[in-house]
Nanobody
Framework: VQLQASGGGLVQAGGSLRLSCAAS????????MGWFRQAPAKEREFVAAINWNGGSLNYADPVKGRFTISRDNAKNTVYLQMNSLKPEDTAVYYCAADKRGWVTESDADKYDAWGQGTQVTVSS
């Protein structure tokens, strides 16, 4: 599967952004999907994951209550709605696909396809 992330940008603290990840190739609807982020000089970290039908969600503690992951299988797209953004949310955000569609995986090593990343910058 090929993944294309978009929607990043510069936003003030407290603002919102919605990231999109469009998929092509293997059947999108059978994949679990995840969002990860990587800030400068830091390790890539888990943000959120969703199973194949959207019935199971998983969030990292720092984003719970502020971020929402969702998917539209008819459009082969997964979304990350980010509200109440903080400067510490600044990072390159990546979407990823997991062939095990029934899980909501937080381990980046378990994903087998990655998008190119989109920059999110939150100013204070």
């Amino acid at each position: 599967v090929q993944l294309q992330a978009s929607g990043g940008g510069l936003v003030q603290a407290g603002g919102s952004l919605r990231l999109s990840c469009a998929a092509s190739g293997r059947t999108f609807s059978s994949n679990g999907m995840g969002w990860f982020r990587q800030a400068p000089a830091k390790e890539r970290e888990f943000v959120a994951a969703i199973n194949w039908n959207g019935g199971s969600l998983n969030y990292a503690d720092p984003v719970k209550g502020r971020f929402t992951i969702s998917r539209d299988n008819a459009k082969n797209t997964v979304y990350l709605q980010m509200n109440s953004l903080k400067p510490e949310d600044t990072a390159v955000y990546y979407c990823a696909a997991d062939k095990r569609g029934w899980v909501t995986e937080s381990d980046a090593d378990k994903y087998d396809a990655w998008g190119q990343g989109t920059q999110v910058t939150v100013s204070s």
